[in-house]
């Protein structure tokens, strides 16, 4: 299987590069580039440079750059206003000239325009167009439109909690930048508006009382629009990140707070440590608990009034029973709060199908996207999808890693397959001996049933340490056979001067030779690999731990290892290609699967089934566990292995913990977002341009708001239609017809 080598460069990027032989020149230089293709690039004469040998990695540079402002005086009269949403060009010069009379009609009227009055919001108006002309040569704007400039004055003195989570999330991201110099500003001015969740006719709503819980939001919609916020039944499905923030402001506006209203939430998921900085809801002491149950009491305490109902179980196929047509059919709507693609595609379905609006979000740092989905009106999620993400190649993975991802995903599976998934099949032997023998002989080919009968053997026999000592021993032998043996078989397979069939270098291009590593008990990561592996066999084995690294140090200096013999006719595949074909080879190879066969080459059952053994599951959050040490150790020594810049234990919990990039500011903008969307389904709106999907990017800054596609149109052959009609008319008549002979017959025998 081939892999994608674009650079995805442009011409002027600058670049540095590392790690390359021969050529040393450029190594940690910076160069300017011209794009030649998609995958080649040119950094100018070198001619002069020595003779490039092979490996390199080439990453953009990230320049400083200075920025200047003008001052607040100047740029209100002349403002650089950054744009966001086409649709409604000239709104932000509406809204400039508009937030600054709103100052001015406070100073010579005593107050803010008052709530939907058409007499101050007459003034306001005026006040507007006076100051659209003044000290002048020609209009700051020549679209001035009095009916946005009036809905302004009308709603000012309202607030929501929508607008106030898209604001302040963006305004915090431009303060994280003033602190840390990373990413640029908005330059100069943002504004931004949802008009369209107000009604699409004119209306003159009923004014709230002072004393009103959500008084400000009456101000904008109206008491009566309120009530309807109220009654409504909302379904969040997930309660992470985006589902924390999602139902607090749901809480805030109301939803779900009236006598027949309800929110129902639902997520599989437990709380972990590193949720704890941007899933607010939670606390330290809900670490382990699910994440549902834990946010449906939070919010419950910020608005007693809602009728919140939580779930732990998943929306999925074998859920119908739960999430059943009653569920569905008494929903108002549905917003996604997911991490996959499968889940939201499944949620989409069901939304279609029970003719239900939707709302999903995603985050990815910096970025975000929203996309509406309302029934007969704009397309479904799953009409459009993005390209899948492109998988490691198996082969480079295993032999030719050329970047840290590929290190530390190794480290992962890794793991995986010492501690998890052969102790899991020894545990499954043990309870049942019998029930294991019939499963693994239903095992596809030859090859995965004798893999799973070593597995077995491997855990309960071969490698089960009597004491700590014997942990340290296996730590030691595992580091041979992974970061030297393995490596010397690879070389010995393909050395380093290895040439092609097509006369080309075999380790060239994305393929860098690698080298055995000679085991240092004094260098840190060698002994953190020993110290983690030793520990995590001896729990495995529910053997007393030992944390003490000079012991374990002194210990495994004395121990002696085999030397490594390189052997002859062992297959090392170099591409996905060859490795499908053997495996295709195998998967032919069925055998006979005969029980008693199985059971011969499995350790005798009662010598081993009181032998206490339990499996890792891998958690990231626990730094007491050694599951991070091991991957952090195992993927800097395969790194060392192949010359790639070593990672951090912070970027290795992200990569190997399959944590999603996730910023407090982006998801409070995001749920923002959403949330006017569900203003305007509660509003009743069906026009598709009044419905706004997004993708912001807070680092560039990028806004752009866009309107839904519509929904595919298909051609129905109306001879066909009526035909098939004709059909079942005719069968239902045949069939009443049968029905009342048998009435009759069954009469006559009577």
Same mark, same amino acid.
Request: glycine share 4%.
């Given at each position: 299987?081939?892999?994608?080598?674009?650079?995805?460069?442009?011409?002027?990027?600058?670049?540095?590069?590392?790690?390359?032989?021969?050529?040393?020149?450029?190594?940690?230089?910076?160069?300017?580039?011209?794009?030649?293709?998609?995958?080649?690039?040119?950094?100018?004469?070198?001619?002069?440079?020595?003779?490039?040998?092979?490996?390199?990695?080439?990453?953009?540079?990230?320049?400083?750059?200075?920025?200047?402002?003008?001052?607040?005086?100047?740029?209100?009269?002349?403002?650089?206003?950054?744009?966001?949403?086409?649709?409604?060009?000239?709104?932000?010069?509406?809204?400039?000239?508009?937030?600054?009379?709103?100052?001015?009609?406070?100073?010579?009227?005593?107050?803010?325009?008052?709530?939907?009055?058409?007499?101050?919001?007459?003034?306001?108006?005026?006040?507007?167009?006076?100051?659209?002309?003044?000290?002048?040569?020609?209009?700051?704007?020549?679209?001035?439109?009095?009916?946005?400039?009036?809905?302004?004055?009308?709603?000012?003195?309202?607030?929501?909690?929508?607008?106030?989570?898209?604001?302040?999330?963006?305004?915090?991201?431009?303060?994280?930048?003033?602190?840390?110099?990373?990413?640029?500003?908005?330059?100069?001015?943002?504004?931004?508006?949802?008009?369209?969740?107000?009604?699409?006719?004119?209306?003159?709503?009923?004014?709230?009382?002072?004393?009103?819980?959500?008084?400000?939001?009456?101000?904008?919609?109206?008491?009566?629009?309120?009530?309807?916020?109220?009654?409504?039944?909302?379904?969040?499905?997930?309660?992470?990140?985006?589902?924390?923030?999602?139902?607090?402001?749901?809480?805030?506006?109301?939803?779900?707070?009236?006598?027949?209203?309800?929110?129902?939430?639902?997520?599989?998921?437990?709380?972990?440590?590193?949720?704890?900085?941007?899933?607010?809801?939670?606390?330290?002491?809900?670490?382990?608990?699910?994440?549902?149950?834990?946010?449906?009491?939070?919010?419950?305490?910020?608005?007693?009034?809602?009728?919140?109902?939580?779930?732990?179980?998943?929306?999925?196929?074998?859920?119908?029973?739960?999430?059943?047509?009653?569920?569905?059919?008494?929903?108002?709507?549905?917003?996604?709060?997911?991490?996959?693609?499968?889940?939201?595609?499944?949620?989409?379905?069901?939304?279609?199908?029970?003719?239900?609006?939707?709302?999903?979000?995603?985050?990815?740092?910096?970025?975000?996207?929203?996309?509406?989905?309302?029934?007969?009106?704009?397309?479904?999620?799953?009409?459009?999808?993005?390209?899948?993400?492109?998988?490691?190649?198996?082969?480079?993975?295993?032999?030719?890693?050329?970047?840290?991802?590929?290190?530390?995903?190794?480290?992962?599976?890794?793991?995986?397959?010492?501690?998890?998934?052969?102790?899991?099949?020894?545990?499954?032997?043990?309870?049942?001996?019998?029930?294991?023998?019939?499963?693994?002989?239903?095992?596809?080919?030859?090859?995965?049933?004798?893999?799973?009968?070593?597995?077995?053997?491997?855990?309960?026999?071969?490698?089960?340490?009597?004491?700590?000592?014997?942990?340290?021993?296996?730590?030691?032998?595992?580091?041979?056979?992974?970061?030297?043996?393995?490596?010397?078989?690879?070389?010995?397979?393909?050395?380093?001067?290895?040439?092609?069939?097509?006369?080309?270098?075999?380790?060239?291009?994305?393929?860098?030779? !690698? /080298?055995?590593?000679?085991? #240092?008990?004094?260098?840190?990561? $060698?002994? &953190?690999?020993?110290? %983690?592996? *030793? +520990? =995590?066999?001896?729990?495995?084995?529910?053997?007393?731990?030992?944390?003490?690294?000079?012991?374990?140090?002194?210990?495994?200096?004395?121990?002696?290892?085999?030397?490594?013999?390189?052997?002859?006719?062992?297959?090392?595949?170099?591409?996905?290609?060859?490795?499908?074909?053997?495996?295709?080879?195998?998967?032919?190879?069925?055998?006979?699967?005969?029980?008693?066969?199985?059971?011969?080459?499995?350790?005798?059952?009662?010598?081993?089934?009181?032998?206490?053994?339990? !499996? /890792?599951?891998?958690?990231? #959050?626990?730094?007491?566990?050694? $599951?991070? &040490?091991?991957?952090? %150790?195992? *993927? +800097? =020594?395969?790194?060392?292995?192949?010359?790639?810049?070593?990672?951090?234990?912070?970027?290795?919990?992200?990569?190997?913990?399959?944590?999603?990039?996730?910023?407090?500011?982006?998801?409070?903008?995001?749920?923002?977002?959403?949330?006017?969307?569900?203003?305007?389904?509660?509003?009743?709106?069906?026009?598709?341009?009044?419905?706004?999907?997004?993708?912001?990017?807070?680092?560039?800054?990028?806004?752009?708001?866009?309107?839904?596609?519509?929904?595919?149109?298909?051609?129905?052959?109306?001879?066909?239609?009526?035909?098939?009609?004709?059909?079942?008319?005719?069968?239902?008549?045949?069939?009443?017809?049968?029905?009342?002979?048998?009435?009759?017959?069954?009469?006559?025998?009577?």
């Amino acid at each position: 299987m081939g892999i994608d080598t674009r650079h995805g460069f442009e011409d002027d990027q600058i670049v540095t590069f590392q790690d390359v032989k021969g050529m040393t020149e450029v190594n940690d230089k910076q160069f300017k580039i011209k794009v030649t293709s998609p995958f080649t690039f040119t950094i100018g004469d070198t001619s002069k440079f020595g003779e490039y040998l092979g490996g390199g990695t080439v990453t953009e540079a990230k320049l400083p750059e200075t920025v200047n402002f003008e001052s607040y005086t100047q740029t209100l009269a002349n403002p650089k206003i950054l744009d966001g949403d086409f649709a409604k060009f000239s709104m932000p010069s509406n809204l400039h000239l508009a937030f600054q009379v709103l100052s001015t009609f406070e100073q010579q009227n005593g107050a803010q325009p008052k709530p939907w009055d058409e007499e101050d919001a007459t003034k306001f108006f005026e006040l507007v167009q006076k100051l659209n002309t003044e000290n002048r040569e020609k209009p700051f704007t020549e679209e001035l439109n009095e009916k946005w400039v009036k809905l302004f004055a009308k709603t000012c003195q309202g607030d929501l909690c929508p607008m106030q989570a898209i604001i302040g999330g963006i305004a915090a991201q431009e303060v994280m930048k003033a602190v840390t110099g990373k990413f640029m500003p908005v330059r100069q001015y943002f504004y931004f508006d949802a008009i369209e969740c107000l009604p699409e006719n004119d209306f003159q709503p009923k004014l709230p009382e002072a004393n009103s819980r959500y008084y400000s939001q009456e101000l904008v919609f109206g008491a009566d629009f309120q009530k309807t916020i109220c009654e409504s039944k909302y379904f969040v499905v997930g309660s992470g990140a985006i589902g924390c923030e999602m139902l607090k402001n749901f809480a805030m506006m109301g939803i779900g707070s009236g006598q027949n209203g309800a929110i129902f939430v639902t997520d599989m998921d437990s709380i972990e440590r590193s949720n704890l900085n941007r899933q607010f809801l939670f606390r330290s002491k809900d670490v382990s608990k699910m994440k549902s149950k834990v946010a449906a009491e939070a919010i419950k305490q910020m608005n007693p009034s809602i009728n919140i109902t939580a779930y732990v179980e998943g929306v999925l196929p074998e859920t119908e029973h739960i999430y059943n047509d009653k569920f569905f059919e008494n929903l108002t709507g549905v917003v996604n709060a997911l991490d996959n693609v499968k889940a939201r595609q499944y949620i989409d379905r069901r939304c279609v199908y029970y003719q239900k609006p939707l709302v999903d979000s995603g985050t990815l740092g910096t970025k975000a996207s929203v996309q509406v989905v309302v029934p007969f009106v704009t397309e479904s999620y799953s009409s459009t999808q993005d390209p899948p993400d492109p998988s490691i190649p198996m082969c480079l993975l295993h032999n030719f890693p050329n970047l840290i991802e590929h290190t530390i995903q190794w480290a992962r599976d890794n793991f995986a397959g010492l501690f998890t998934n052969p102790t899991q099949q020894a545990e499954e032997y043990q309870r049942d001996p019998q029930g294991f023998i019939e499963r693994t002989a239903k095992a596809a080919s030859i090859y995965d049933r004798e893999e799973i009968v070593n597995n077995v053997n491997r855990i309960l026999v071969d490698d089960r340490p009597k004491s700590f000592v014997d942990c340290i021993k296996w730590a030691r032998e595992l580091f041979e056979k992974q970061f030297h043996n393995a490596i010397g078989q690879l070389l010995y397979n393909f050395p380093q001067d290895h040439i092609t069939e097509k006369s080309e270098r075999f380790w060239s291009g994305n393929k860098r030779c !690698p /080298h055995m590593l000679t085991f #240092d008990a004094n260098n840190a990561t $060698h002994l &953190d690999f020993i110290v %983690a592996a *030793a +520990n =995590l066999l001896a729990k495995m084995y529910l053997l007393e731990e030992n944390r003490n690294r000079e012991y374990i140090q002194k210990e495994v200096e004395q121990i002696q290892v085999s030397k490594f013999e390189p052997k002859s006719g062992v297959a090392i595949f170099e591409n996905d290609e060859q490795l499908k074909a053997e495996n295709d080879r195998r998967n032919n190879e069925k055998g006979s699967g005969n029980l008693d066969e199985i059971a011969q080459q499995l350790p005798e059952h009662e010598q081993i089934r009181n032998i206490k053994i339990q !499996p /890792h599951e891998f958690e990231k #959050d626990d730094d007491t566990n050694f $599951h991070m &040490d091991y991957v952090a %150790a195992t *993927a +800097n =020594l395969r790194a060392e292995n192949y010359e790639i810049q070593s990672a951090d234990r912070s970027k290795i919990k992200r990569i190997a913990g399959n944590i999603i990039p996730a910023i407090a500011t982006t998801t409070a903008m995001v749920t923002g977002l959403v949330c006017l969307e569900v203003y305007k389904f509660l509003q009743g709106h069906n026009k598709i341009e009044l419905f706004k999907n997004a993708f912001v990017n807070l680092a560039l800054p990028l806004f752009a708001f866009s309107e839904p596609s519509p929904p595919m149109q298909n051609k129905v052959n109306i001879f066909l239609d009526s035909l098939l009609k004709d059909i079942f008319y005719s069968l239902i008549s045949i069939l009443i017809k049968h029905l009342l002979s048998g009435i009759d017959s069954k009469s006559n025998r009577k």
